[in-house]
Structure formats: structure tokens, C-alpha cells
């Protein structure tokens, strides 16, 4: 029903900053998480951050916690991830999904990309020294 798609990816120097967006089609969220999530080659799936459309709460990976801001923009049905201080260990293709999860009752899978139904193609963040 709905539709994802990231932007934004691209290449950036170490140290440097770059922000992706998440724009959904199709359905307006109204409830719900928004997800990141990244993967390199070799490497899993990994968890980065997560949003509560309502209310704002926010989660993240302790990688990134400090250094990366989700947010959300509900008029313009999109999401963003702001990443500062890139390093080489955040390269990888980055992408966004939408759970129907409840943020307070199913806290503990908000990481668990098996609880998220909607995803977006992917965008790719190559950092380079």
C-alpha cells in the first residue's frame, strides 16, 4: 500500500556530513515506526535508527547514537537521517522501512527488521579518507 524511496546517498569525505530522505507514497503516515537501516557487503543487516511518527521518540544504534539524528516531517510524509562525522565504518547501502508496531507495547522489536513491512530500494553512503 504505501511506498518508500531514500535519497541523498553519495559520496563524502570523511568527518564531512550528509542527510537522506525518505519520501512515502501511496499512504500517509499517520502511526507507526519509521526505520534506517544499513548493509555493506559481507556484512548484515544492521539497525541504525528508528522513529515514532507521533510522537517523535527516537532509538538508535550505539554506533551511531551522537553522531546520526533521525526526524520526521509529517506534512511532507518524509523522513530523514542526518549522519555527521562519517567514517569509513558507515559505509554501506542505507535503507528506510515502515513498521506497524506501537512504539510502547512492542518496544523490543523495534531493531528486528523482521517487524518492519515496508521498504525502500536502498541508497548508497560511501565515505572516503
Known amino acids: 500500500q504505501v511506498r518508500l524511496e531514500e535519497s541523498g546517498g553519495g559520496l563524502v569525505q570523511a568527518g564531512n556530513s550528509l542527510t537522506l530522505s525518505c519520501a512515502a507514497s501511496?499512504?500517509?503516515?499517520?502511526?507507526?515506526?519509521m526505520g534506517w537501516f544499513r548493509q555493506a557487503p559481507g556484512k548484515e543487516r544492521e539497525f541504525v535508527a528508528a522513529i515514532h511518527w507521533g510522537g517523535t521518540s527516537t532509538r538508535y544504534a550505539t554506533s551511531v547514537k551522537g553522531r546520526f539524528t533521525i526526524s520526521r516531517d509529517s506534512a511532507k510524509n518524509t523522513g530523514y537521517l542526518q549522519m555527521n562525522s562519517l567514517n569509513s565504518e558507515d559505509t554501506a547501502a542505507y535503507y528506510c522501512?515502515?513498521?506497524?508496531?506501537?512504539?510502547?507495547?512492542?518496544?523490543?522489536?523495534?531493531?528486528?527488521?523482521?517487524?518492519?513491512?515496508?521498504w525502500g530500494q536502498g541508497t548508497q553512503v560511501t565515505v572516503s579518507s
Open positions: 501511496g499512504s500517509t503516515i499517520s502511526r507507526g515506526v
Open positions: 522501512a515502515l513498521s506497524s508496531i506501537r512504539w510502547t507495547l512492542d518496544a523490543g522489536t523495534i531493531s528486528d527488521f523482521h517487524v518492519y513491512s515496508s
